[in-house]
């Protein structure tokens, strides 16, 4: 896969992922939801943390804006770290499975931490309110921005595990809870693909 095929890829995904990150933020109120479908909505809520919610804060003795901005500068770090993966396995002509999975981690990565170093001063809350884009009042700092989620699958909601099941037996539970983003699923795709296609992703340098 060339560069030009890769770097399309990206910018495709960035592109959906922003616009429906925005839209979201400027016509929903914090945690407003619209049914799509009985298992789909859009559910508009916001994440400080890592992956699911994870705060540095919740692991380490740190506060909630000091382990933010570690976060954030983690993240810088990891998408230089995948884009120089990304340009390596390019030039040396790497599987294209491989380039499309780090391609697609790479675009998610990138979608995902404009958000946290943008997003806190190009917007205002969106507690009670729907949010302006160039806000006036912005809600944040640079690099204190929260990811933007909005894709929730409720395929199975207040179910109750059979009685004959030892431990959960008539214990209630639901299927899909996490509220995802557009960039969350292209870094999922990258890495399922990297996980299902291993062999065929790394067969030139395995050879």
């Given amino acids: ?7 399309l890829i990206i910018i495709v995904i960035l592109l959906i992922d922003q616009i429906s990150k925005v839209y979201v933020k400027t016509h929903f109120v914090y945690q407003e939801s619209v049914e799509v479908f ?10 400080e943390g ?3 919610g994870t ?7 740190i506060s909630d804006s000091t382990g933010k901005l570690f976060l954030t500068i983690f993240r810088l770090f990891a998408i230089c770290g995948i884009g120089y993966w990304l340009f390596d396995i390019i030039k040396k002509q790497s599987p294209k499975v491989l380039i499309l999975a780090v391609s697609l981690i790479f675009a998610g990565a990138f979608g995902n ?5 943008f997003y806190g001063v190009l917007f205002n809350d969106s507690y009670g309110e729907v949010a302006t884009l160039f806000s ?7 690099f204190y921005g929260k990811v933007v989620d909005m894709l929730y699958f409720p395929i199975i909601q207040n179910a109750t595990w059979p009685s004959w099941l030892p431990i959960i037996g008539g214990d209630s539970f639901s299927f ?3 509220i995802f983003n557009v960039a969350d699923t292209a870094i999922s795709t990258g890495v399922g693909i990297l996980i299902f296609f291993n062999k065929k992703a790394f067969a030139k340098e395995g050879a």
């Fill in 55 to 61: 705060k540095l804060s919740d692991i380490l003795p």
């Fill in 176 to 178: 899909f809870d996490p």
């Fill in 50 to 52: 890592a992956a699911w």
């Fill in 113 to 117: 931490i404009i958000d946290s170093i």
């Fill in 1 to 7: 896969m060339s560069l030009k095929k890769s770097l």
């Fill in 136 to 142: 006036e009042e912005p809600y944040g700092k640079l």
């Fill in 38 to 47: 009985s298992w789909f909505k859009l559910l508009f809520i916001e994440n």
